[in-house]
Structure formats: C-alpha cells, structure tokens
C-alpha cells in the first residue's frame, strides 16, 4: 500500500463508496429502460397494432412513428442514465483518489508540515493522501480529519490498511464552528465537502451560500499564516474565489475544470499571509492541473 498509481478495484476494495445509493438507483433505472427499449424492438409490430387500435384516427405511418420515437427515447434515456450512473462511480473512487494526489501536490514541503486538517474527511481518501505523504517525508506531523458524520470507525480503519494510522486522527464535529484555536494548521484541505454544507436551505439559496462561505471563513481561521489551503470542490468555486480576496488571501490558484459528479468542479488552493492588512492576491489559473479530464 501506499502507492499513488491504483487501479479503480484496489480504491474501491479499501474505500468502497460513501453515497452508493446513488449509482445504484440510476443503475436500475438505466436497466429498466434499456429492457423496455428492447422489448419496443422486439414487439415493434404488435406495439404499432396497438397505437393504431388506441387512436384510431391517426393518419398512416404515424404509429409507427409514434412507436419508434418512443422506443428510440426510452433507448437514449437508458444510455443517458448508464453515463450518469458510471461517472459518480469514476468520480467517488478513481477520480477523487487522483484529485487527492493532486491536492497533496500543491504543498511544497510536506516535512515541515506539524499539523493538518482535512474538512469533511468522509472515509478518507484525501485524509489518507495526506498521511501518507507525511510519511512519505519522515515528518513528525499528524492530520485531523473532521466530519459531521459518524464516520471515525470505518476511517480509522481505511487508514490502518494504508499504515498511516499512527498519522491519523478523527473528530466529529460541524464544520461551520470548528473546534480548533485559530493558527493552528500549517495545512487544510477538502474535498467535494463544501456544497453539501447548507443543502437543507436548498443549493441556490442565499442562505446555503451563506453557509458555504461560512466554512471557508472557518477554513481561514484555522490555518496558520504562512498555512496552505487546497479546496477542490463542485459549482461554487467562483464564491470561494472573492470570498478568499475579501479576507485577502494570497496566491489564489484556480484549476481547470474537471467534470465530476455530472457537474464542473475545479481546485482552489491559496496561501495565508502573514500581515492580513495586504491588498488581496491575484487569481491566476494554475496550469500544473492541466489533462485532469
């Protein structure tokens, strides 16, 4: 273990998948319209018979028309819930796993990291990503991984199969009030955490934007001047981005975008300053994210 190159049944055999239900749901339903679609093919005849015995004023051909086009929408209804279904799978375990290294990668010198903090840590594959590279640079440093869900138990575990468990520590708590002095982390990451927050008041409300801007806030607070923070996250990226210049970050990083979940996503990563009072940082894309598609 410990290796950054994996195929997707060794992630999947150690991490499984959080919000399985999903796939799963549209798996089904992507199977039952591929057996209709199938059966329009096979019973085409009888299916036009049918159309006609129920409207019998149709004009000639429109039947079969109307049988065809049904059947051929159903067809693309089916692939088009086979794609779903197979990018939140890609994007749960091989995509995150990579997006995971690649967030390590933006940390120059992990050595002297002593403390981090993944928000939203799941069952650990960022948290882990982390450890191992801490391990990876024979320092000392430990990472928090925190989580509003009871998660401790199955996280521990992934981390002991990777053997960074004496890395590791969990917490649960809310993000939005973390329970952690200010200054406190050299770096603090997360992933595809920070658009759940606040999804009861509904995504595009004022109010859960609100709520996300509240956990960046957080995010700030925690982190040392001189810390480094790495978001990767879905759709709100540009909040984050002029929420992290009003509070005058610097070297705002912007990623391409990466199709995952069926949406964009890109990675933010910034840096604390030392003197807060310094005009905000300019946004720059950062093209050591490139090919990430």
């Known amino acids: 273990m410990g290796k950054t190159g994996r195929d997707w049944t060794q992630i999947y055999a150690i991490y499984g998948i959080e919000d399985w239900q999903t796939p799963v749901f549209l798996l089904i339903h992507a199977i039952a319209f591929s057996s209709l679609s199938v059966l329009f093919l096979i019973y085409f005849n009888p299916i036009c018979s049918s159309f006609e015995s129920l409207v019998p004023v149709l004009p000639g051909g429109a039947a ?130 920070l658009h759940t927050v606040g999804k009861e008041f509904g995504h595009g409300t004022a109010a859960a934007a609100a709520e996300r801007i509240r956990v960046l806030g957080e995010v700030v607070r925690v982190l040392k001047p001189g810390g480094v923070g790495v978001v990767w996250d879905l759709l709100h990226v540009p909040e984050y981005v002029q929420r992290l210049q009003e509070l005058k970050m610097e070297d705002i990083r912007v990623s391409e975008r990466v199709t995952a979940f069926m949406v964009s996503s890109h990675i933010v990563s910034f840096w604390k300053p030392s003197q807060q009072m310094v005009p905000p940082g300019e946004v720059r894309l950062d093209w050591r994210f490139h090919n990430m598609c």
């Open 64 to 193: 079969r028309f109307a049988a065809g086009f049904t059947g051929s929408v159903t067809a693309l209804y089916a692939v088009c819930l086979f794609f779903a279904a197979g990018n939140i799978f890609y994007s749960s375990i091989c995509l995150h796993w990579d997006m995971a290294q690649r967030m390590v990668s933006v940390v120059n010198d992990w050595s002297t990291v002593k403390h981090a903090l993944d928000v939203g840590c799941g069952r650990g594959i960022l948290l882990n990503a982390v450890a191992m590279q801490l391990k990876k640079e024979g320092s000392s440093g430990r990472v928090v991984g925190l989580d509003r869900r009871k998660t401790t138990v199955s996280t521990l575990r992934t981390a002991g199969i990777e053997g960074v468990q004496e890395y590791v520590t969990c917490r649960e708590g809310d993000a939005r009030r973390l329970p952690f002095s200010d200054n406190y982390f050299d770096v603090v990451v997360s992933a595809v955490f």
